[in-house]
């Protein structure tokens, strides 16, 4: 769907090219991670291919034609559901997406989503009042508003209840299942490990990893298994190479011994994260 | 340009909701007001003031007003994530500033019509401020690019004024030479003035061609070399960047 080669971007005011020389692709019916620490470019790509930022180096093809060549209604394919609020504060939600809805040729009935999301019965409330749960919930109708092809989430589950984080990355999957495709950054590393197909990491403008959650797993990961039991009223820790789990000693040790617990060396998103962009995750 | 009718309608609903039209009718109140106590010639000879004050300067407050709330509130952002097009966007704006100062003539020119019986002649009016209100829309839209907050724009507001009515100020106090004066009418207010000043008093009629086509002229030039190539750097740091 997306083809980025060599893309480099420079800031009228910065003298250092904040995103340099990075390549990569977004299939089609995927949900792509984009994580990188904050200031290393992932707002700059975003706005990249939603068309915001333009005068960049290098080439980005959407359906095999330069992104530049599509006009304004390359904005039919794509909803767009930023971190920040962007409705109306003083326009209640429905007048906000009532507004919204008359700039495209096709738009879906908001009620159904509207009450999906839990923002119905509030649909004649002024988003001003609404709070930031709620207007997170808002903006990501919005972007639904004029069934994409392809939606672009930014932090989509940011300062949202558990309870609806779940329905919004529900959504998010079915959206993939009927055929979407899903550009998502996002901080909270067990989304992303939920959601995406594939990630990809950058850091310091440039990107230092792309590939799927697992493939990333298995190789930062260690191929071991941790062991922890119960021998004469103390804690025993062993750990054991992926060959030798075939040995008898490991099954001896899970037959006779008191296992408490059972670990496997595969390590988190986050962990990988810290690995390679060298930045520990904050909020 | 399908999508201008929407824009216009909602920035409409907007400036109601956000109670700007409030404002601007309170404005509006306090002119016709002030009217009230004009009789005769001087009557005649203020009402001009109030629409030239309302499609300048009412003109630049309200179209900055509207960016600034949509700069705020980063519905700039959604808007342009929409098939919304840089000039669908831009001249809904001066649609919109347009038809704001027209329901002024229309309000200001009842008013006075039941209060005084005062009756003027449109057709020399619409006109002058119609293109009164383009060109000073676009000097608001290009006031507030460089404003960071209401504040600042209302300062840039202040400059502007400042250097553009000082020399006539300048000019009437004898400071500039009555033969640099005239040329004084190549500077917006002056020659806004002039259009719109032609409702109560007699002016030369190559004033008049000079005016519409000069304001007609400076309206493309403001909006193809100054508005619209620095409207994407203005989004781009606008969206948060």
Same mark, same amino acid.
């Given at each position: 769907? #997306?083809?980025?080669?060599?893309?480099?971007?420079?800031?009228?005011?910065?003298?250092?090219?904040?995103?340099?020389?990075?390549? #990569?692709?977004?299939?089609?019916?995927?949900?792509?991670? #984009? *994580?990188?620490?904050?200031?290393?470019?992932?707002?700059?790509?975003?706005?990249? *291919?939603?068309?915001?930022?333009?005068?960049?180096?290098?080439?980005?093809?959407?359906?095999?034609?330069?992104?530049?060549?599509?006009?304004?209604?390359?904005?039919?394919?794509?909803?767009?559901?930023?971190?920040?609020?962007?409705?109306?504060?003083?326009?209640?939600?429905?007048?906000?997406?009532?507004?919204?809805?008359?700039?495209?040729?096709?738009?879906?009935?908001?009620?159904?989503?509207?009450?999906?999301?839990?923002?119905?019965?509030?649909?004649?409330?002024?988003?001003?009042?609404?709070?930031?749960?709620?207007?997170?919930?808002?903006?990501?109708?919005?972007?639904?508003?004029?069934?994409?092809?392809?939606? #672009?989430?930014?932090?989509?589950?940011?300062?949202?209840?558990?309870?609806?984080?779940?329905?919004?990355?529900?959504?998010?999957?079915?959206?993939?299942?009927?055929?979407?495709?899903?550009?998502?950054?996002?901080?909270?590393?067990?989304?992303?490990?939920?959601?995406?197909?594939?990630?990809?990491?950058?850091?310091?403008?440039?990107?230092?990893?792309?590939?799927?959650?697992?493939?990333?797993?298995?190789?930062?990961?260690?191929?071991?298994?941790?062991?922890?039991?119960?021998?004469?009223?103390?804690?025993?820790?062993?750990?054991?190479?992926?060959?030798?789990?075939?040995?008898?000693?490991?099954?001896?040790?899970?037959?006779?011994?008191?296992?408490?617990?059972?670990?496997?060396?595969?390590?988190?998103?986050?962990?990988?994260?810290?690995?390679?962009?060298?930045?520990?995750?904050?909020? | 340009?399908?999508?201008?009718?929407?824009?216009?309608?909602?920035?409409?609903?907007?400036?109601?909701?956000?109670?700007?039209?409030?404002?601007?009718?309170?404005?509006?109140?306090?002119?016709?007001?002030?009217?009230?106590?004009?009789?005769?010639?001087?009557?005649?000879?203020?009402?001009?003031?109030?629409?030239?004050?309302?499609?300048?300067?009412?003109?630049?407050?309200?179209?900055?007003?509207?960016?600034?709330?949509?700069?705020?509130?980063?519905?700039?952002?959604?808007?342009?994530?929409?098939?919304?097009?840089?000039?669908?966007?831009?001249?809904?704006?001066?649609?919109?500033?347009?038809?704001?100062?027209?329901?002024?003539?229309?309000?200001?020119?009842?008013?006075?019509?039941?209060?005084?019986?005062?009756?003027?002649?449109?057709?020399?009016?619409?006109?002058?401020?119609?293109?009164?209100?383009?060109?000073?829309?676009?000097?608001?839209?290009?006031?507030?690019?460089?404003?960071?907050?209401?504040?600042?724009?209302?300062?840039?507001?202040?400059?502007?004024?400042?250097?553009?009515?000082?020399?006539?100020?300048?000019?009437?106090?004898?400071?500039?030479?009555?033969?640099?004066?005239?040329?004084?009418?190549?500077?917006?207010?002056?020659?806004?003035?002039?259009?719109?000043?032609?409702?109560?008093?007699?002016?030369?009629?190559?004033?008049?061609?000079?005016?519409?086509?000069?304001?007609?002229?400076?309206?493309?030039?403001?909006?193809?070399?100054?508005?619209?190539?620095?409207?994407?750097?203005?989004?781009?740091?606008?969206?948060?960047?």
């Amino acid at each position: 769907m #997306f083809k980025v080669r060599n893309l480099r971007f420079k800031y009228p005011s910065s003298k250092e090219y904040t995103i340099n020389g990075i390549d #990569f692709e977004i299939k089609n019916g995927e949900i792509f991670g #984009f *994580l990188g620490p904050s200031a290393a470019g992932k707002s700059t790509v975003q706005k990249i *291919l939603i068309k915001l930022l333009k005068g960049f180096e290098g080439e980005i093809e959407y359906y095999g034609k330069p992104l530049l060549s599509y006009n304004d209604e390359f904005y039919q394919d794509i909803g767009v559901s930023f971190e920040m609020p962007i409705s109306f504060s003083k326009l209640t939600a429905m007048e906000n997406l009532d507004f919204f809805k008359k700039l495209y040729k096709q738009t879906v009935d908001v009620e159904p989503l509207l009450k999906r999301v839990g923002l119905w019965d509030d649909r004649d409330k002024k988003a001003g009042e609404y709070s930031k749960g709620m207007k997170i919930r808002l903006n990501f109708i919005r972007a639904l508003l004029n069934k994409p092809k392809m939606l #672009f989430l930014d932090e989509p589950t940011n300062g949202l209840d558990p309870g609806n984080a779940r329905i919004m990355k529900d959504m998010i999957l079915e959206f993939k299942k009927q055929g979407g495709t899903v550009f998502i950054t996002s901080h909270i590393m067990s989304d992303i490990d939920e959601l995406c197909d594939r990630v990809a990491f950058i850091a310091d403008g440039k990107l230092r990893e792309v590939d799927t959650p697992r493939n990333l797993k298995i190789k930062y990961g260690k191929r071991m298994v941790k062991v922890e039991y119960k021998e004469e009223g103390s804690l025993i820790v062993r750990e054991f190479s992926m060959n030798e789990i075939k040995t008898s000693a490991f099954c001896e040790l899970l037959r006779d011994k008191d296992i408490e617990t059972l670990h496997s060396g595969e390590t988190t998103l986050e962990e990988i994260f810290i690995k390679v962009t060298g930045v520990t995750l904050r909020g | 340009m399908g999508r201008l009718l929407p824009l216009v309608k909602g920035e409409f609903d907007r400036l109601n909701k956000y109670n700007l039209f409030t404002a601007n009718f309170v404005v509006l109140l306090f002119w016709v007001g002030l009217a009230f106590f004009f009789e005769g010639e001087e009557l005649k000879m203020f009402v001009p003031v109030i629409f030239l004050m309302d499609s300048t300067m009412m003109t630049i407050m309200l179209v900055g007003a509207s960016l600034f709330y949509e700069k705020q509130e980063h519905t700039m952002n959604s808007i342009m994530i929409s098939p919304v097009t840089e000039d669908e966007y831009l001249f809904s704006k001066v649609i919109v500033g347009v038809l704001n100062s027209l329901i002024t003539v229309i309000f200001i020119s009842a008013a006075l019509y039941f209060v005084k019986g005062v009756i003027y002649n449109y057709l020399l009016l619409i006109p002058a401020i119609i293109i009164v209100t383009v060109v000073h829309t676009m000097i608001g839209i290009r006031l507030s690019y460089h404003a960071k907050s209401f504040s600042s724009l209302l300062v840039n507001f202040m400059v502007y004024i400042f250097l553009f009515l000082l020399p006539t100020v300048f000019a009437t106090l004898g400071i500039i030479d009555a033969n640099l004066a005239k040329y004084l009418i190549v500077l917006p207010p002056e020659i806004s003035s002039i259009l719109i000043g032609a409702l109560a008093r007699d002016v030369e009629l190559w004033k008049l061609l000079f005016g519409y086509t000069y304001l007609s002229v400076l309206s493309f030039v403001l909006y193809r070399f100054m508005i619209k190539p620095k409207f994407n750097e203005y989004i781009m740091r606008e969206t948060g960047v």
